[in-house]
């Protein structure tokens, strides 16, 4: 990739992580696509150049929020990392990460949040990582909790999808993760976090 080296901000020897550029928002054309319409909000790969660009834009505005591109070396666009509503006196903020589907159950993102822990606690002297997570997405919640993070909390957020159909067989099993009110599906979320302390000792522990 051009400017490889100077946009590189951490790596081991199947991935580096570099700041998010226009170029890796084109690049997500040649994403996957989800078959579950579960994580329809993911399917980046349906837009075209134009909403591509204003995507990367609406990703890289604010000073509270940096944003992150994962590739492989055979130059294979992985994921996205996100760290937003940064908090410069708390040392906290709140993560987001998507990846390709076409690389997703394949243990890529243990080995990106392994790699992107360490630059974010230890390079950029973070002391906290919140997240938000869809009860549902299981696969997920696993993984953090894999990672050290905890819940903390949960709440109700209006789910991207508002056409879902709980009777429909390959969703009825996910109706226990959704309340429905006045005809607006809302999603239960949890609340996680990780702290500097938790992660170094996870860290020792899994040295052991």
């Given at each position: 990739m051009e400017n490889k080296e100077e946009n590189i901000i951490i790596e081991n020897n199947n991935l580096f992580?570099?700041?998010?550029?226009?170029?890796?928002?084109?690049?997500?054309?040649?994403?996957?696509?989800?078959?579950?319409k579960l994580f329809i909000d993911y399917d980046l790969a349906k837009y075209n150049q134009r909403?591509?660009?204003i995507w990367y834009y609406s990703k890289k505005s604010g000073i509270r929020n940096k944003y992150f591109a994962v590739y492989d070396y055979n130059n294979n666009f992985i994921g996205y990392i996100g760290i937003k509503d940064i908090n410069i006196f708390k040392k906290s903020s709140t993560l987001g990460i998507v990846l390709n589907p076409n690389f997703m159950s394949k243990g890529y993102g243990y080995s990106i949040m392994k790699l992107f822990l360490n630059y974010y606690f230890n390079e950029l002297n973070m002391?906290?990582?919140?997240?938000?997570?869809?009860?549902f997405n299981e696969r997920a919640i696993k993984l953090y909790k894999k990672l050290g993070f905890r819940y903390v909390s949960e709440y109700l957020g209006m789910f991207e999808n508002q056409d879902i159909d709980f009777e429909d067989i390959d969703y009825m099993g996910y109706k226990d993760n959704f309340v429905i009110n006045n005809g607006i599906i809302y999603s239960r979320i949890y609340i996680m976090t990780l702290d500097y302390r938790r992660y170094k000792l996870k860290e020792q522990y899994d040295e052991i």
């Open positions: 992580i570099k700041r998010l550029e226009l170029e890796d928002a084109f690049n997500i054309k040649s994403w996957g696509r989800h078959n579950n909403e591509l660009k002391k906290r990582m919140n997240l938000d997570v869809n009860e």
